[in-house]
């Protein structure tokens, strides 16, 4: 199979950190199996995983196969680098489940059922390690690696030194070793090659590369990518309500659209080149045209489709664009009526809400009474009055006038009224 240059792609679109001599000559070669590995202690990657999903992706696209693994064993121990504590340990029936709804989140960036020749495969480090015994791990991997190699690894050396009280517990430290053991194991059964990762992860997968060179005789490659900051030295991935997920329930695709729609022209000239697959040309391009008009957002809104759409889908990208432009009053009752409640109470997050009974509105509620005395949000009927003769009030997006009737027809999915004052000051009646 012809196979293009993987760690030049990367190279421009600044996706390596550290690479193993030769990587690249041995890749160019012939089709090869890598593999990156995912932590399955939750139902849903977020985008904080993106990057080793892209590299997977990329991988893929350059011809090669890419083997995803979800670390059942060692997602039952935890891996030491970069963290200050151990993580919870989960039993095998929520690995599994955790397991299969990460592979339906993989596929959308990758090809497992094609058939094609360097299709994805999702391997779980359980199968392989579960039957393994204490003494057997210890005598046929353990005596090949030693606590000096182990102890010189940055992952150990920051834990053990650094501030937390606790250390570090023997489970934690044999981590390299399983994770080590893995890159043997689809060495031998899978040909795989090439380990990847965040620039964290260096440590363990040389520890791989030594197993197999001393254990197999063999050679292995291992390739690390820089770990993603945003412009102004926060996190990348989080948002004020914590990680931004995959999964449509925990994060809706309004809310995922509009964190890559949030970022800073800086930061969305790099993530353009590692979050979509535009090739080299287009992004040039793109960021040629921002730069030339900055305040248009070219670049963000570009970054957004892209990968709001690989994510969730066309039609999700559709809606939220739509629920985005009425945030923006650019939007019709017609419209807003077609939010569904998950995105709707989503746009319009913190807007102080009152209850109505819904036997109320299917009679008819004032809309001065609904204005001032039934909800509060306008003092008292005259100030209401006097809103809604400046024309400053409007009903779902459209403008009303004294002796304008509330009823059931008005609700947006069959129980909320979106009042509005002016541009910015709104007020939702949910009924009960």
């Known amino acids: 199979m012809q196979v293009k240059n993987f760690v030049e792609e990367l190279q421009w679109r600044g996706m390596v950190h550290d690479v193993m001599p030769d990587t690249e000559a041995h890749l160019m070669e012939e089709m090869r199996a890598a593999y990156v590995g995912f932590d399955p202690t939750a139902d849903s990657l977020h985008i904080g995983n993106l990057v080793p999903i892209m590299l997977l992706a990329f991988y893929q696209r350059c011809g090669h196969k890419p083997l995803a693994l979800v670390g059942g064993a060692t997602g039952m121990i935890g891996d030491p680098s970069g963290k200050s504590s151990e993580r919870n340990l989960l039993d095998e029936a929520t690995l599994r489940h955790n397991q299969e709804c990460v592979r339906a989140q993989l596929s959308q960036f990758l090809d497992f059922s094609s058939g094609a020749p360097n299709e994805a495969v999702m391997v779980n480090n359980y199968d392989w390690m579960k039957d393994f015994s204490f003494l057997g791990f210890i005598r046929d991997v353990g005596k090949h690696i030693t606590i000096n190699y182990m102890m010189a690894k940055d992952s150990v050396k920051n834990r053990i030194s650094g501030d937390a009280t606790e250390g570090m517990s023997f489970t934690e430290f044999t981590y390299q070793l399983v994770q080590g053991y893995d890159f043997l194991h689809l060495y031998r059964e899978q040909g795989c090659t090439l380990q990847m990762g965040g620039s964290d992860q260096w440590g363990n997968i040389t520890t791989g590369t030594e197993l197999i060179r001393r254990i197999a005789g063999g050679k292995g490659f291992a390739l690390t990518c820089p770990l993603i900051t945003k412009s102004d030295g926060s996190k990348f991935g989080k948002s004020e309500g914590g990680n931004v997920w995959l999964d449509a329930k925990r994060t809706s695709p309004y809310k995922f659209y509009q964190y890559w729609l949030n970022t800073s ?63 923006f009053g650019r939007a019709t009752s017609a419209q807003l009526k077609q939010l569904d409640e998950a995105t709707f109470l989503d746009v319009f997050e913190g807007v102080p809400q009152g209850e109505v009974e819904a036997s109320t509105v299917a009679e008819g509620l004032d809309i001065i009474s609904a204005l001032a005395e039934r909800t509060g949000f306008l003092k008292s009927n005259g100030e209401a009055r006097r809103a809604l003769k400046e024309q400053s009030i409007s009903v779902n997006k459209e403008k009303v006038s004294e002796g304008y009737t509330i009823r059931s027809e008005d609700l947006i999915n069959g129980q909320f009224v979106l009042l509005q004052r002016g541009k910015k000051n709104y007020f939702i009646i949910k009924t009960v």
């Open 265 to 327: 022209d800086e930061d969305a000239e790099k993530y353009i080149k590692i979050f979509t697959f535009l090739d080299k040309p287009t992004i040039e391009a793109l960021v040629a045209e921002h730069a030339e008009a900055p305040h248009l957002r070219l670049l963000q809104r570009r970054l957004a489709e892209e990968v709001t759409t690989t994510v969730h889908g066309k039609e999700a990208l559709e809606k939220a664009i739509q629920a985005s432009e009425i945030l």
